[in-house]
């Protein structure tokens, strides 16, 4: 009797001692080492990898891309252009018309007020997060308005093309500007950059004679005048108090072209237009700013060497992952040798680590290496994204990038397995029902306390990224409690 009740009674102990210590850092590892002592069982299983062709991904981003770059590893240029939209702030857009000067040499009384104000110029401003490349690298820009904007609710992917979509005016009298910039900006001075209140930006001219996308017998002296005759006209001020009205019936927004030059590319994290006039009262300049929204349609394009692509995706060495688009790696859990045997028990964990490959050929502007993996399982890739999910950690699960480690940790894909198995069981498995893709991506949380935050949004990583993943001796850990 003493002998059956001694480990009931150590059990218990141990249970009472982990939980009163004020140290959770080691709660989860101590009692994994409690429940070893009863029956625990622990198992390593190879798991088998390979580089796949990734397609068209949805465009949805943050941020927008704007250069040219080359892959020095498969030989692709990756080009980036993308779309913005512009935010209105209702009837605090302008202030009163009475503020607005007007030149008296021009003022003609019998003419509507509204139809002779001016702006004195106009400019789209694009912020710059960060660039890939070469800095200094001349590259050169253009910016067009759209005849319509992209919709709520339709799914773009990066083969989408605005030009051939005939979203995009062209013509006499349309938007057309163009630049030729670099992302160090040393058009503004190095006092000027060191400042506080600096933003590094990219400054478009809007100001050449534009014609009204709706009628084509009336010509502005530039973009901004456009907007502002709008905003005072009665017949098309109430389209500034909403943004679905601003959007279709004012500014469908803007399309951001690559122009000209290889070797840079700008991250832009918010594009804004300034709209320049005089105020009657104090005779100085003052403005007016339309921001963009903070989620944009990006699109890339790829022009690359199908046969370079092809030759890395058949290497056996290694698996690749390149984004935005152009190889994924797809990985094959061994699922029935994992529950062969333990149908009855129950899987506890499942942890993998995916180590990564230094390249040998350094340069200082390769492409980043992907911060952020997501593993979703094959079958499930379209719809994860195109349905907006998030990953859920029974099903899909992310993982960042460890630098001390140099790789990617999936901590516990014990639900994954378990469902892939009874889906296989009941006869609901697709062909490929134990395989999974890893793809990197943005992760945006929110914090709902000063002390958590909640994943609320997971993207393709638009940014330019690359790595090699290790594909021999690839295991899975797993942990069985016997029942």
Known sequence: MRQRFIPLYLFISLLFFYSCTEDTDTVGTTLTDVEKMFNDTSYVFPVTSSSVKSFNVYSRSRNGYLGMMKDLETECYLTCNYMTQLRTMGKYQFPGIDTIYINPDKYDPTIEKYKQIEADSCCLELFILSAVGDSLTPMKVSVHDMIKPYEEGITYYTDFDPELEGMVRAGFGAVNSCMTYTTSNHVYSDVQRASSSYANHISIGLNAPYVDKDDPTTTYNNYGTYLMRKFYNPASSGDFLNQYKFTHNICPGFYIKHEGGVGNIATIYVARLIVYFTSSITKKVMSSAFAGTEEVVQKSSLKQSDTKLQQLIDKTDCSYIKSPAGI????????????????????????????????????????????????????????????????????????????????????????????????????????????????????????????????????????????????????????????
Do not use: C
């Open 328 to 483: 994924w790696t797809e990985m094959e859990l061994p699922v029935e040798s994992i529950m062969k045997g333990h149908e009855s028990d129950t899987l506890n964990t499942a942890r993998m680590f995916i180590p990564r490959i230094n390249n040998n050929a350094q340069s200082d502007y390769a492409f980043q290496v992907p911060q952020t993996l997501l593993m979703v399982p094959t079958d499930s890739v379209s719809y994860f994204f195109e349905t907006k999910q998030v990953a859920n950690y029974r099903n899909t699960y992310l993982a960042s990038y460890g630098s001390k480690t140099n790789g990617y940790t999936f901590e516990n894909l014990s639900i994954l397995i378990s469902n892939m198995y009874k889906n296989k069981l009941a006869g609901k498995a697709s062909d490929k029902w134990n395989k999974v893709t890893l793809i990197p991506v943005e992760a945006t949380y929110s914090t709902v306390s000063s002390s958590s935050a909640v994943l609320t949004k997971v993207t393709h990583d638009m940014s330019m990224s690359s790595t090699k993943l290790q594909n021999k001796d690839l295991k899975i850990s797993v942990i069985y409690s016997r029942k």
